[in-house]
């Protein structure tokens, strides 16, 4: 089918369809909410929470690399099913890798065996407000999933109760884990390490565990959200100015409060956040004048998509008409 049509519109065809492909794939997005006690001093300490979101029908499992956490606590849903079994994410581990990071791992894990109920909670970082269908549901929460009726001591509910920034975008993030830490810039992601999980891509019934995604098929994303007002906007400890090439690269984004180059925490990158980085600079800021920044981002990106469009267009219409597609 594809190569009965012209060669510009074959490739067009084939981008689509690996972008669908692409779509289709399970996704977990995982925030790190740092709260500072004080949001202009980092030395004061303050506390954290590791939340995620997902499509599909909610987090089956999250490894999750996190350095500098302080403390740590479990606070994702768990609770009993068939009198003693563990129900929820009874799996919770924090291993200190090297002294360098703990590596958080989390799972629903439980197994029933014949006739027993199956222990899975459904909707995980996909409801917000969310709880499993059994008799002690919180009025007012939202379910999917079968119904447990032997589901009992359930903990952390309803989960994506609010998100602590009040973004709408965090809206169905359940909370996973939390913690505090005594000073400085508090609990990151390490560089270099990779985050993994998977997802429910059916529901299960009430004795049957839904199929989940392969740890290989689910892409992760890791955000840090912070209420200090900082001017590192590369987050390396220090205000310099690598922290301009990030604001000046960024110029025009929409971002989450707080996060990239957004120093006043407006959710945009713009002349405020440049005004934020050269007042926060110790001693004299370098002399890098607004003016020096890349273009507004629209005309910027539009321009450059409209140049980099005619040049291939005309690189395909120099191609022999008798060019085959590759396979």
């Known amino acids: 089918m594809l190569n009965s049509l012209p060669h510009v519109l074959r490739s067009a065809t084939l981008i689509g369809l690996l972008a669908a492909t692409a779509a289709a794939m399970p996704q977990i997005d995982v925030g790190l909410n740092v709260v500072f006690n004080n949001a202009t001093n980092p030395a004061l300490g303050g506390s954290w929470q590791l939340v995620a979101k997902s499509t599909d029908f909610g987090i089956a499992t999250l490894t ?26 009874g799996v919770f581990q924090a291993a ?47 379910s999917i999933g079968p119904a447990l009726s032997s589901l009992t001591a359930v903990t952390n509910l309803p989960w994506a109760a609010g998100d602590v920034f009040a973004d709408p975008a965090w809206s169905t993030a359940a909370v996973l884990a939390s913690g505090t830490f005594a000073s400085g810039y508090g609990p990151t992601f390490p560089a270099g390490v990779s985050l993994s999980g998977s997802v429910y891509k059916t529901l299960g ?16 994303t890791a955000t840090l959200r912070t209420n200090l007002m900082t001017a590192d906007y590369n987050r390396n400890g220090v ?7 990030v604001w000046r690269d960024t110029l025009g984004a929409t971002v989450s409060p707080g996060t990239g180059a957004d120093g006043s925490r407006n ?9 934020f980085w050269v007042a926060a600079w110790p001693t004299n800021p370098p002399a890098v004048p607004l003016s020096a920044a890349i273009p507004e981002a629209s005309a910027f990106f539009s321009a450059a998509f409209a140049g980099g469009a005619m040049v291939a267009f005309r690189r395909l219409n120099r191609r022999p008409s008798n060019r085959r597609f590759p396979r």
């Open 96 to 142: 200190n890798i090297g002294g360098q990071y703990q590596l958080l791992a989390m799972a629903q894990a439980h197994l029933p065996s014949t006739g027993e109920q199956a222990g899975h909670f459904y909707g995980v970082g996909t409801l917000a407000n969310g709880s499993p269908e059994f008799p002690g549901k919180p009025v007012g929460s939202n």
């Open 267 to 275: 959710g945009v990158i713009d002349q405020a956040d440049y005004t």
């Open 205 to 220: 019934t009430a004795t049957t565990v839904g199929d989940r995604s392969g740890l290989d098929e689910a892409v992760l």
């Open 239 to 245: 205000i310099d100015a690598a922290d301009y090439t």
């Open 64 to 89: 999750v690399p996190l350095a500098n956490a302080g403390t740590i606590t479990q606070r994702a849903p768990r609770g009993t099913i068939n009198s003693s079994d563990i129900a929820g994410f």
